[in-house]
């Protein structure tokens, strides 16, 4: 079975600062690990995904995140946050070929942005 | 190209109704998979359908189905409509079923009352 921990529900950073949202996973065979993110009142967009390729990941509107096997981790950067950058970001995992699409969701880490 | 479209955006029902949900995907995509969000429990799993197949399941009642079309337009249905259905309801698609690449469409949000 595959889990993901976000860590804090709340981000709020200031407009130029490093964005961190953090994320560890748990999984029994290799996993695929996603990023995504969720604006008010739409669905989800993937963001960036890790399919035991590199394991720095760069991915849309300058967002990045390294796959730690040692940390189990999968932590979302960016550095320098913008205000169209508020939302919602979930981190995602799945059991790689054959159930790729069963995505097991982390509780989600909301980013606020300040002037 | 049109992205994933999910009919109706908003609906009301009562306890005991059920509801059909309709998702057209990405044209070209084959795989449509459904997700339900609530506040208490986040984001989760009902199914996968590819090629009209079931091809996964989540840990949701037998109140809860699925089909898929041959032109991949798929649906879900909910019987016995309770209080704890009120939820956005995703629908993803993909070209494939192994890539957990997944364009979602807007949603629908059910409210139960």
């Known amino acids: 079975a595959q889990s993901v921990t976000q860590l804090g529900s709340h981000v709020s950073v200031s407009e130029g600062a490093l964005v961190l949202l953090r994320c560890n996973y748990s999984s029994s065979v290799p996993p695929y690990l996603f990023w995504y993110v969720q604006y008010p009142n739409q669905g989800l967009q993937l963001l960036l995904k890790?399919?035991?390729?590199?394991?720095l990941v760069k991915g849309i509107n300058g967002f990045e995140a390294e796959f730690k096997k040692s940390e189990t981790s999968f932590h979302l950067t960016k550095p320098s946050a913008h205000m169209s950058d508020a939302a919602e970001y979930f981190c995602a995992v799945s059991g790689g070929s054959g159930t790729a699409s069963k995505l097991t969701f982390g509780t989600g880490t909301r980013l606020q942005v300040t002037l | 190209k049109a992205g994933v479209t999910q009919t109706p955006r908003y609906l009301i029902k009562t306890r005991g109704q059920q509801v059909t949900l309709s998702c057209s995907p990405i044209?070209?995509?084959?795989?449509v998979s459904w997700y339900q969000q609530t506040p208490g429990q986040g984001l989760q799993f009902l199914f996968e359908y590819f090629s009209e197949t079931q091809r996964n399941k989540g840990n949701f009642p037998g109140r809860f189905s699925g089909r898929q079309f041959s032109n991949s337009r798929s649906e879900m249905n909910v019987s016995t409509l309770e209080l704890g259905d009120s939820a956005l309801y995703l629908c993803a698609s993909s070209f494939r079923t192994n890539t957990g690449e997944l364009f979602f469409g807007e949603g629908s949000r059910l409210t139960v009352l």
């Open positions: 890790y399919t035991s390729a590199a394991t």
């Open positions: 044209s070209g995509h084959r795989s």
